[in-house]
Protein backbone atom coordinates (compact mmCIF):
# COMPACT_ATOMS: atom_id res chain seq x y z
CA UNK A 1 0.00 0.00 0.00
CA UNK A 2 0.91 3.21 -0.58
CA UNK A 3 -0.91 6.38 1.74
CA UNK A 4 -0.10 10.01 1.66
CA UNK A 5 -0.82 11.97 5.06
CA UNK A 6 -3.87 13.58 4.28
CA UNK A 7 -6.05 9.92 4.19
CA UNK A 8 -5.88 6.88 5.49
CA UNK A 9 -7.64 5.74 1.71
CA UNK A 10 -4.48 3.97 -0.28
CA UNK A 11 -3.13 5.61 -3.74
CA UNK A 12 -2.66 2.31 -4.33
CA UNK A 13 -2.08 -1.30 -3.59
CA UNK A 14 0.04 -3.63 -5.33
CA UNK A 15 -0.24 -7.85 -5.08
CA UNK A 16 2.87 -9.01 -5.57
CA UNK A 17 1.50 -12.47 -5.48
CA UNK A 18 3.48 -14.25 -2.68
CA UNK A 19 2.25 -14.74 1.12
CA UNK A 20 3.44 -11.91 2.20
CA UNK A 21 6.07 -8.60 2.41
CA UNK A 22 9.53 -9.30 4.66
CA UNK A 23 10.78 -5.79 4.11
CA UNK A 24 9.78 -2.70 2.80
CA UNK A 25 11.66 0.85 2.29
CA UNK A 26 11.06 4.28 1.00
CA UNK A 27 13.28 7.02 -0.44
CA UNK A 28 13.55 10.13 1.76
CA UNK A 29 11.49 12.15 -0.80
CA UNK A 30 9.03 9.93 -0.77
CA UNK A 31 9.15 9.08 -4.67
CA UNK A 32 10.65 5.57 -4.58
CA UNK A 33 9.29 2.44 -3.13
CA UNK A 34 11.28 -0.86 -2.85
CA UNK A 35 10.20 -4.18 -1.41
CA UNK A 36 11.14 -7.23 -0.95
CA UNK A 37 8.51 -10.49 -0.43
CA UNK A 38 8.50 -14.35 0.51
CA UNK A 39 9.19 -15.17 -2.62
CA UNK A 40 12.81 -13.62 -3.21
CA UNK A 41 11.75 -10.98 -5.50
CA UNK A 42 12.59 -7.36 -4.93
CA UNK A 43 10.13 -5.17 -6.67
CA UNK A 44 10.73 -1.09 -7.60
CA UNK A 45 7.81 1.35 -7.50
CA UNK A 46 7.78 4.64 -8.50
CA UNK A 47 5.26 6.85 -6.19
CA UNK A 48 2.87 7.66 -9.10
CA UNK A 49 1.92 3.84 -10.10
CA UNK A 50 1.26 0.41 -9.05
CA UNK A 51 3.04 -0.84 -11.31
CA UNK A 52 6.34 -1.61 -10.54
CA UNK A 53 9.18 -0.05 -12.51
CA UNK A 54 11.33 -3.51 -12.16
CA UNK A 55 10.83 -6.64 -10.33
CA UNK A 56 13.91 -9.36 -9.64
CA UNK A 57 14.05 -12.47 -8.24
CA UNK A 58 17.34 -12.63 -6.00
CA UNK A 59 17.26 -16.58 -6.48
CA UNK A 60 15.40 -19.51 -7.33
CA UNK A 61 15.78 -21.04 -4.01
CA UNK A 62 13.11 -20.40 -1.15
CA UNK A 63 14.19 -17.08 0.66
CA UNK A 64 12.67 -14.22 2.11
CA UNK A 65 14.34 -10.49 0.30
CA UNK A 66 15.53 -8.23 2.30
CA UNK A 67 15.94 -4.43 1.15
CA UNK A 68 16.77 -0.81 2.07
CA UNK A 69 17.54 2.79 -0.60
CA UNK A 70 19.00 5.48 -0.66
CA UNK A 71 17.99 8.56 0.59
CA UNK A 72 17.12 10.12 -3.63
CA UNK A 73 15.92 6.26 -4.60
CA UNK A 74 19.54 5.77 -6.97
CA UNK A 75 20.59 2.69 -5.47
CA UNK A 76 19.02 -0.28 -3.87
CA UNK A 77 20.58 -2.85 -1.44
CA UNK A 78 18.73 -6.64 -1.15
CA UNK A 79 19.76 -10.07 -0.33
CA UNK A 80 17.87 -12.94 0.54
CA UNK A 81 17.64 -14.24 4.29
CA UNK A 82 19.24 -17.92 3.95
CA UNK A 83 21.47 -17.48 0.63
CA UNK A 84 25.04 -16.00 0.87
CA UNK A 85 24.75 -12.83 -1.70
CA UNK A 86 24.51 -9.14 -1.79
CA UNK A 87 23.26 -7.43 -4.78
CA UNK A 88 23.15 -3.29 -5.43
CA UNK A 89 20.97 -2.62 -8.08
CA UNK A 90 20.48 1.27 -9.53
CA UNK A 91 16.99 2.76 -10.00
CA UNK A 92 16.61 2.42 -14.22
CA UNK A 93 16.95 -1.34 -14.47
CA UNK A 94 16.45 -4.34 -13.04
CA UNK A 95 19.36 -5.98 -13.14
CA UNK A 96 22.13 -6.27 -10.18
CA UNK A 97 25.08 -3.84 -11.04
CA UNK A 98 26.93 -5.95 -8.85
CA UNK A 99 26.46 -9.01 -5.87
CA UNK A 100 28.79 -10.29 -3.60
CA UNK A 101 29.55 -14.06 -2.07
CA UNK A 102 29.28 -13.71 2.04
CA UNK A 103 31.03 -17.05 1.66
CA UNK A 104 29.69 -19.80 4.10
CA UNK A 105 27.14 -17.10 6.01
CA UNK A 106 23.86 -16.62 5.34
CA UNK A 107 22.40 -13.09 5.25
CA UNK A 108 20.10 -11.60 8.25
CA UNK A 109 19.63 -7.98 7.71
CA UNK A 110 20.83 -5.21 4.85
CA UNK A 111 21.17 -1.32 5.07
CA UNK A 112 22.98 1.44 2.81
CA UNK A 113 23.68 4.82 3.39
CA UNK A 114 21.96 7.63 2.44
CA UNK A 115 24.01 8.73 -0.50
CA UNK A 116 24.49 4.58 -1.36
CA UNK A 117 28.32 4.97 -0.92
CA UNK A 118 28.17 1.91 1.64
CA UNK A 119 26.12 -1.35 2.39
CA UNK A 120 26.50 -3.42 5.74
CA UNK A 121 25.40 -6.72 5.84
CA UNK A 122 24.33 -8.80 9.16
CA UNK A 123 25.14 -12.59 8.44
CA UNK A 124 25.29 -16.26 9.92
CA UNK A 125 27.35 -19.26 10.13
CA UNK A 126 24.38 -21.69 11.38
CA UNK A 127 26.59 -24.44 11.35
CA UNK A 128 29.02 -22.64 13.84
CA UNK A 129 26.87 -20.35 15.57
CA UNK A 130 29.09 -17.33 14.81
CA UNK A 131 27.64 -14.03 13.14
CA UNK A 132 29.61 -11.56 11.03
CA UNK A 133 28.75 -7.82 9.94
CA UNK A 134 30.77 -7.10 6.70
CA UNK A 135 30.84 -3.51 4.98
CA UNK A 136 31.02 -3.42 1.53
CA UNK A 137 31.41 -0.07 -0.21
CA UNK A 138 29.15 0.84 -3.28
CA UNK A 139 31.30 -0.55 -6.53
CA UNK A 140 31.06 -3.97 -4.47
CA UNK A 141 34.55 -4.14 -2.52
CA UNK A 142 34.66 -5.27 0.78
CA UNK A 143 36.06 -2.95 3.13
CA UNK A 144 36.24 -5.43 6.37
CA UNK A 145 33.92 -7.77 8.58
CA UNK A 146 33.60 -8.36 12.53
CA UNK A 147 32.96 -12.07 13.30
CA UNK A 148 31.36 -12.56 16.60
CA UNK A 149 31.61 -15.92 18.29
CA UNK A 150 30.50 -15.42 21.72
CA UNK A 151 31.73 -18.31 24.34
CA UNK A 152 28.37 -20.59 25.49
CA UNK A 153 26.02 -22.37 24.21
CA UNK A 154 23.56 -20.41 21.65
CA UNK A 155 26.32 -18.55 19.58
CA UNK A 156 25.62 -15.22 17.49
CA UNK A 157 23.03 -13.92 15.27
CA UNK A 158 22.98 -10.81 13.91
CA UNK A 159 19.49 -9.91 13.22
CA UNK A 160 19.63 -6.04 12.42
CA UNK A 161 21.84 -3.25 11.32
CA UNK A 162 21.68 -0.11 10.76
CA UNK A 163 23.90 3.70 8.85
CA UNK A 164 24.19 6.87 9.79
CA UNK A 165 23.21 9.62 7.29
CA UNK A 166 26.76 10.09 6.30
CA UNK A 167 28.13 6.44 6.54
CA UNK A 168 30.50 7.29 9.27
CA UNK A 169 28.93 4.62 12.22
CA UNK A 170 27.21 1.80 11.84
CA UNK A 171 25.27 -0.43 13.90
CA UNK A 172 24.40 -4.42 14.24
CA UNK A 173 22.37 -6.25 16.88
CA UNK A 174 23.11 -9.61 18.01
CA UNK A 175 20.53 -12.58 19.01
CA UNK A 176 20.81 -16.05 20.24
CA UNK A 177 19.85 -18.90 17.85
CA UNK A 178 18.03 -20.55 21.13
CA UNK A 179 14.83 -19.78 22.61
CA UNK A 180 14.74 -18.82 25.82
CA UNK A 181 18.69 -17.97 26.12
CA UNK A 182 19.68 -14.80 26.70
CA UNK A 183 22.49 -13.47 24.36
CA UNK A 184 21.67 -9.90 23.13
CA UNK A 185 24.59 -7.41 22.35
CA UNK A 186 24.36 -4.28 20.43
CA UNK A 187 27.77 -3.32 18.45
CA UNK A 188 28.69 0.10 17.61
CA UNK A 189 31.31 0.61 14.40
CA UNK A 190 33.08 2.99 12.84
CA UNK A 191 33.41 2.82 8.86
CA UNK A 192 37.46 3.11 9.20
CA UNK A 193 38.08 -0.56 11.68
CA UNK A 194 36.03 -3.44 12.15
CA UNK A 195 36.63 -3.50 15.41
CA UNK A 196 34.05 -1.75 17.33
CA UNK A 197 34.06 0.98 19.54
CA UNK A 198 31.83 -0.85 21.53
CA UNK A 199 29.11 -3.41 22.53
CA UNK A 200 26.36 -3.34 24.89
CA UNK A 201 24.85 -6.25 26.67
CA UNK A 202 20.87 -5.87 28.31
CA UNK A 203 20.36 -9.29 29.57
CA UNK A 204 17.69 -10.10 27.42
CA UNK A 205 17.57 -13.33 24.51
CA UNK A 206 18.29 -11.13 21.28
CA UNK A 207 18.27 -7.86 19.66
CA UNK A 208 15.19 -7.75 16.86
CA UNK A 209 15.80 -3.97 15.89
CA UNK A 210 18.74 -1.21 16.50
CA UNK A 211 18.53 2.18 14.31
CA UNK A 212 20.99 5.22 14.72
CA UNK A 213 20.25 9.15 13.97
CA UNK A 214 21.58 10.61 10.89
CA UNK A 215 24.69 12.21 12.60
CA UNK A 216 25.61 8.82 14.22
CA UNK A 217 25.29 11.01 17.89
CA UNK A 218 22.56 8.20 19.32
CA UNK A 219 21.45 4.58 19.09
CA UNK A 220 17.82 3.21 20.30
CA UNK A 221 17.42 -0.81 20.44
CA UNK A 222 15.05 -3.20 21.52
CA UNK A 223 15.38 -6.84 22.24
CA UNK A 224 12.97 -10.12 23.36
CA UNK A 225 13.34 -11.17 27.14
Same mark, same amino acid.
Given at each position: ??? #?????????????????? #?????????????????????????????????????????????????????????????? #?????????????????????????????????????????????????????????????????????????????????????????????????????????? &?? #?????????????? &????????????????????
Amino acid at each position: YLF #NKESSTPLWTYDTGADYI #NTIAISADGKYIAAGDEDNTVHFFYKDSSTPLWSYTLDSSAGWAHVDISDDGSYIAAGTSGQ #NKVYLFDKNGGTPLWNSSLGSYDLSSIAISADGQYIITGSDYSAGYIGKVTLFIKNGTELWNFTDSPAGCCGSYIYTVDISADGEYFVAGRGSLLADVDNDAVFLF &RK #NNSTPLWNFTGGDE &RVHSVKISEDGQYITSFGED
